[in-house]
């Protein structure tokens, strides 16, 4: 392991595969950046990371605390370098998905449904 760096993104850009086991994350940092940096991921399908991730479309999920699965993917990885690519250049795409604009977008939206619902004065947005 190594240990703390102020070097995230030099060590990141060293791995060939990102493992986020976790058993619970809110919204996963270490993750999107990861997977931003084209690391493929295999990561345990908590609460966060599943909100971020898509299953064997940008990263392979395995159930929480699932050792033997977690190493069957991992093995999954090395062994298919096409796999490892294809989750790879999916992989950099999560920024789009995850753009400002786009966060903005959505929360209009709810808003808008809100207040829709509440009856409010519908404001030109």
């Given at each position: 392991?190594?240990?703390?760096?102020?070097?995230?993104?030099?060590?990141?850009?060293?791995?060939?595969?990102?493992?986020?086991?976790?058993?619970?994350?809110?919204?996963?940092?270490?993750?999107?950046?990861?997977m931003a940096?084209?690391?493929?991921?295999?990561?345990?399908?908590?609460?966060?990371?599943?909100?971020?991730?898509?299953?064997?479309?940008?990263?392979?999920?395995?159930?929480?605390?699932?050792?033997p699965i977690?190493?069957?993917?991992?093995?999954?990885?090395?062994?298919?370098?096409?796999?490892?690519?294809?989750?790879?250049?999916?992989?950099?795409?999560?920024?789009?998905?995850?753009?400002?604009?786009?966060?903005?977008?959505?929360?209009?939206?709810?808003?808008?449904?809100?207040?829709?619902?509440?009856?409010?004065?519908?404001?030109?947005?």
């Open positions: 392991m190594l240990g703390a760096t102020t070097h995230l993104q030099e060590e990141l850009l060293r791995a060939d595969i990102f493992v986020f086991p976790s058993r619970y994350e809110g919204f996963p940092n270490a993750l999107c950046e990861a940096l084209g690391l493929p991921v295999v990561a345990s399908d908590c609460s966060g990371n599943t909100t971020v991730v898509q299953d064997d479309v940008d990263s392979l999920l395995f159930p929480v605390g699932n050792v977690l190493v069957q993917k991992l093995m999954f990885l090395i062994e298919n370098f096409d796999e490892w690519q294809r989750l790879s250049q999916n992989a950099r795409c999560l920024p789009e998905r995850f753009s400002e604009a786009l966060n903005y977008q959505l929360w209009r939206e709810v808003i808008e449904r809100v207040a829709d619902r509440r009856g409010y004065y519908q404001r030109d947005w």
